[in-house]
């Protein structure tokens, strides 16, 4: 099935992990994709084994290297119809022991790289344009020791409302995916899963290729009429009582 043939998306965060796998799902189904990552190495080897790809080095955080993301898909494809705000990061220690600097590091990625994408997709993005935030369970459940990422995750679905009410007249949608427990080194160099503070049993792991199955549907046409949705894709934990 080639869903994005003829358009042109770019990945953040897609050097690895559930981005890379996002970038390779849109990819073979026809995107031409800009992978952005802060690691640029690694950004141009994930490309290199995509069909019609480029790279990008790009920290979310700065908005002028967002601006200059965004323009270099543009220089390169032609157009803009996809973004998805994958890039992330999660840190561990107490609230009481957090500064402004500690929060600001997390929300500057995890939130307001969001933010930046989106602006510039208002200003490019033509009707049938999709943005994809993906978001976390803890947005909706937690543990200790990760408030800024939490609380970063769960402003990122209320940024994918404003955008879908924002966006519609403009004929963009905006939809967020919440992961669970995937199969990644992020996942398992969490201290807190290390520390068993989080337990994750092994039956309950997903596959990154399971987020970018979901962000592949909400990224195409046949979610015409999805927008604003948070869309849990985490094995039901989050259904357990």
Known sequence: MMRFEGKAAIVTGGASGIGLAIARRLADEG??????????AKAKAAADGLSGAAAVRCDVSDEGEVTRACE????????LDIVVNNAGLMTFAPIAELTAADWLKVLGVDLLGAAHFTREMFARAKPGAAIVNIASVHAVETTPNVAPYAAAKA????????TAIEGRPRGLRANAVLPGAIDTPMLWSNPNVKSGAEVIDKADVGRPEDIAAAVAFLASDDAAFVTGAAFNVDGGRLARL
């Not at 995107?31 to 640029?40: P, W």
């Not at 402003?155 to 404003?162: K, P, V, Y």
Request: charged share 25%; aromatic share 4%.
């Open 155 to 162: 402003a990122l679905l209320s940024l994918t409302r404003s």
């Open 31 to 40: 995107a031409r994709v800009l992978v952005a990552d802060l690691d640029e």
């Open 72 to 79: 270099t898909a543009v220089q390169a494809f032609g157009r």
